[in-house]
């Protein structure tokens, strides 16, 4: 040994701290390593224990899906043992219908390193399809790429997509149901617009029906005023027309006191007329219609027409010949011609102008059109309608047009023109237009109204045409009277003077005549005689005792005893009263001989 370090004396000598470096650095490598190892342990003891504990199913497999090691969960998730799983493949658990996506991922694996979560269904050994998500990352083994390992996650999403699909039903519920109740909002809504409507309709009809009802009051007034108009003076009537009837009757054919009382006779008759006209207005006249032709109507009222018109004003005729016939009152028909005729002279005033009286026909299908052309060329739009045809392909209609170049009227004018009562005129009593509309309506007519302000107005009145043809004037009143009676006649009226002129031409008929101031008194004599009578001329409207009452009593005393009705009112205003009888005749005052002659003639044939 001595020699081995004196040999080495003439050299370097060695140290011996040097000498011991070596190992010292080994042992602590040494050490490191160690406890690198049991750090490595303890990781992978960490890892285990995650691998085994984790709520998540975790599989690892080979690269073509082969399953190396499964945890706890993924059994429990499989229903299968660890011994089982290992071996098989993944896909074996991945329903049918996923199979190919999953094994297109697989496929992918080399290239996307890391996959997202992607839903798939699996099916456990023994158990129902469950709703998964899998995830899956690349492991590599020792740097060989070429041995590669896969670690799955599955994750049981069955649970939450129960649950998402509950909440969309729910979601698709709750929608079905705001749009219900939306659709319930909104018609609930349409139905407060309709009700709405409804109300303002209502209120609309409300406003009409108490228009209506105020015009009907007014027509019940006039009807009032004008029953006790017609009865005093068709009463007063009477006594004119049955004296100058007797006179007429008592003087030769060629006596000069003719010609004035035949006047007498006309104009009476021409006074009765109006409170005939009066009474068809209120409701309480009656239309004695037969065929007319309105042009030779028109052309009648020729010379009474040109007196009713301005002295400025010049009237123009275009009169259609051979028109068909319509069913019609004459003497209406002539109030209405009338009535347009005062209304078109007023429109013209003093302001020299045109009124054109015209007459033609009108097809049924051309009712609808919304222009009439007036005889000088002038056409505009239809203003107001009055009355709708009842059958568009009928019958064609039969017009009379007044025109006028006057002033026009405005729309609230024209909208009034109709009221009764309803007057442009400070004087007057807006009755015209108003009875024209009822005298129209009467007769199924209707009424086209073209006016602009300031250029005049056309009022077209269409009848519709009648089959057969217009009835010629009736022969004149024969003068003389071959008829005669014989027995009693019991004449019961208020009226002295009426009572008067019956009795006359009663004598002049060969009559025995007894008289009664009303019905208490005729009832008095009839009981005091037996109702040893031929006949009774009874008035309608009496005081103390009416005709109406009288009537009853006499028929439940004397059932058989002819009785003729007299009144001022229509024959259907006293039918509705005392109603109707076979041996009951009727007579509207004033009437002729005649016409008396002819009531007793009825009603002795009828009692034999």
């Known amino acids: 040994m001595h ?32 406890a690198a190892r049991v750090q490595i342990d303890l990781e992978r003891q960490r890892y285990q224990d995650l691998f085994e504990l984790a709520p998540d199913s975790y599989l690892v497999t080979d690269s073509d899906g082969v399953i ?55 099916k456990p050994r023994n158990g129902e399809v469950l709703e998964v998500e899998l995830s899956y990352s690349l492991m590599l083994e020792r740097g060989a790429e070429h041995q590669r ?18 909440i969309q039903q729910l979601n698709i519920e709750l929608e079905h149901k705001v749009a219900h109740r939306t659709e319930a909002l909104t018609a609930a809504q349409q139905l407060s617009e309709e009700l709405l409507i409804r109300e303002r309709a209502a209120r609309q009809a409300a406003e009409a029906s108490e228009s209506h009802s105020r015009h009907v009051q007014k027509l019940e007034g006039i009807g009032v005023l004008a ?132 007459t033609g026909v009108l ?45 026009g009227m405005t729309p609230e004018t024209l909208s009034r023109i109709f009221d009764p009562f309803f007057s442009t005129k400070f004087s007057g009593r807006g009755l015209g237009l108003a009875a024209v509309m009822g005298i129209v309506r009467a007769h199924n007519g209707l009424i086209r109204i073209r006016t602009v302000p300031g250029q005049g107005t056309s009022f077209r009145v269409l009848f519709p045409a009648a089959p057969g043809n217009p009835q010629q004037d009736p022969a004149p009143i024969a003068g003389q009277r071959d008829w005669r009676g014989h027995g009693t006649v019991l ?34 004599i009839l009981d005091q005689t037996g ?26 005393r004397y059932p058989r005893l002819p009785v003729i009705m007299m009144s001022g009112f229509t024959e259907s205003v006293v039918t509705d009263r005392v109603g109707e009888s076979e041996a009951t005749s009727f007579l509207q005052k004033p009437f002729l001989a005649e016409d008396l002659i002819d009531a007793f003639q009825r009603v002795f044939q009828s009692s034999s």
């Open 3 to 34: 020699r081995r370090m004196d040999g080495m004396a003439g050299g370097e000598a060695i140290q011996p701290d040097e000498a011991i470096q070596p190992d010292e650095a080994l042992e602590n490598l040494r050490t490191e390593l160690a």
């Open 68 to 122: 190396t090691e499964a945890n706890p969960s993924a059994c429990r998730l499989l229903d299968a043992t660890r011994d089982f799983l290992r071996g098989q493949a993944i896909a074996t658990y991945v329903t049918h219908d996923d199979r190919p996506r999953f094994n297109a991922m697989l496929d992918q694996v080399s290239r996307d390193q890391r996959g997202r979560n992607v839903p798939f269904r699996m």
């Open 149 to 166: 390992e896969i670690r799955w996650i599955i994750r049981d999403v069955s649970e939450q997509q129960l649950m998402a699909r509950h």
């Open 227 to 358: 029953g006790g108009i017609a009865h005093d003076f068709n009463n007063l009537l009477h006594v004119i027309l049955g004296n100058a009837d007797i006179a007429l009757s008592r003087l030769p054919a060629g006596a000069p006191a003719r010609e004035p009382l035949d006047e007498v006779v006309r104009g009476t008759l021409r006074a009765a007329d109006l409170t005939r006209q009066l009474l068809a207005y209120s409701g309480k006249g009656a239309f004695i219609v037969g065929p007319l032709d309105l042009s030779r109507e028109v052309q009648e009222m020729g010379t009474l027409l040109r007196t009713a018109i301005a002295k400025h004003a010049t009237l123009a005729w275009h009169l259609t010949p051979d028109l068909p016939a319509i069913l019609a009152d004459a003497t209406q028909i002539r109030q209405v011609v009338m009535n347009l005729i005062t209304n078109a002279s007023d429109a013209v005033g003093e302001i020299a102008g045109t009124i054109t009286l015209s």
């Open 363 to 407: 097809g049924a299908e051309d009712l609808d059109q919304d222009r009439f052309e007036s005889p000088d060329g002038r056409g505009a739009i239809v203003h107001h309608r009055a009355g709708e045809p009842a059958d568009a392909q009928g019958s064609p209609y039969v017009y009379v047009e007044v025109s006028d170049t006057g002033t």
């Open 491 to 524: 004449i019961v009226d208020d009226e002295q003077g009426v009572r008067e002129v019956l009795e006359r031409i009663s004598h002049e008929l060969g009559f025995s005549v007894r008289t009664a101031a009303d019905g208490r008194e005729a009832l008095e």
């Open 531 to 556: 109702g040893q009578f031929v006949g009774i001329l009874l008035d309608l409207s009496m005081p103390h005792l009416g005709g109406h009452e009288t009537l009853r009593r006499l028929r439940a």
